[in-house]
């Protein structure tokens, strides 16, 4: 029975001290006092009273959130930042005797090179300089933890909190250079509106001066082709009324008319002009004595 009891104890013993690592742990382990192993992932046994599990670390990427720190810039700002830092534990056996509180280590680290880079930089240079600060803060860092078994991934400014006096100066400078940008735009937007007024007033006029300059040259034309077609008009009047004489000469002519036709004739074109407005009418003696004669006709018909 009491054999049985030990082999029981044993095994609960053995049972005990058999130990299974997760993923992405370690355990580092000492013997009698002094570092003996670091355990991955996976199953081992420890051997029991000798050896001792001193720490259990997280290989996972760690975030800390350090609280604002006061800093101090070259133009004598006093200022609050406050910082974020991923960092990696590479070596857990460094990691435990390495530093004492390593986060905490971490933590006055990040706030004594914050200071001094910070002391290096204007107010303005500081607020523009996020990624510059970033940068240097994360070098400083990782090479002075890296005896410690951390690695420094990336360390971000969080927050960059002025006094409130430069926080009121600095929006009224925001709020008066976008007034400014505001007036500029605005003059802007009128200047390109009064020029594409002006162009489209020009381009009108323009238009106008070319449309009454084509109907001043249709009307000249008009103008031209009445006066042409009058001309023609005119013209073959005047070869008409010439065809006209030409023919009535032509058949005068062929009638062979006396001496007495004639004289009548040119009587009769006489009487016509004495009906006209003259008011001194000439006549040939030769027309003196046909019309005697035709008044002696005439009496005698009578």
Do not use: C
Request: glycine share 4%.
């Amino acid at each position: 029975m009491a054999i049985l009891i030990i082999i029981i104890a044993i095994i609960a013993l053995i049972v005990a001290n058999i130990k299974i690592v997760s993923q992405a742990n370690a355990f580092v382990i000492e013997r009698l006092g002094a570092y003996k192993a670091t355990w991955g992932t996976g199953l081992h046994l420890k051997v029991p009273f000798i050896d001792k599990i001193v720490k259990k670390v997280s290989l996972k990427e760690q975030v800390i959130d350090f609280p604002p720190q006061p800093v101090i810039t070259k133009d004598n700002v006093t200022m609050q930042i406050d910082t974020v830092v991923y960092f990696q534990i590479t070596d857990p056996m460094l990691y435990t005797y390495g530093v004492m509180r390593p986060i905490q280590a971490i933590e006055v680290l990040t706030a004594t090179t914050l200071r001094n880079i910070i002391g290096e930089l204007e107010l303005d240079q500081t607020l523009t300089s996020r990624d510059i600060i970033n940068s240097r803060l994360r070098s400083v860092l990782d090479e002075a933890t890296d005896p410690w078994g951390i690695k420094v991934h990336r360390v971000e400014l969080k927050n960059i909190l002025p006094p409130r006096e430069i926080q009121d100066a600095m929006e009224k400078q925001m709020k008066a250079e976008r007034e400014r940008r505001e007036s500029i735009l605005r003059a802007e937007g009128e200047k390109k509106s009064a020029i594409l007024v002006a162009e489209g007033k020009k381009e009108s006029a323009i238009l106008a001066a070319e449309a009454e300059k084509h109907a001043a040259i249709l009307r000249a034309e008009a103008i031209k082709e009445a006066k042409i077609r009058e001309a023609e008009g005119e013209a073959e009047a005047i070869i008409k009324v010439q065809e006209a004489t030409a023919l009535g000469l032509k058949k005068l002519n062929e009638a062979a008319p006396t001496d007495a036709v004639i004289k009548i004739k040119s009587l009769e074109a006489f009487t016509a002009a004495a009906d006209g407005q003259a008011t001194k009418i000439i006549i040939p003696s030769e027309i003196q004595g046909i019309a005697g004669l035709v008044q002696g006709v005439t009496e005698t018909v009578k």
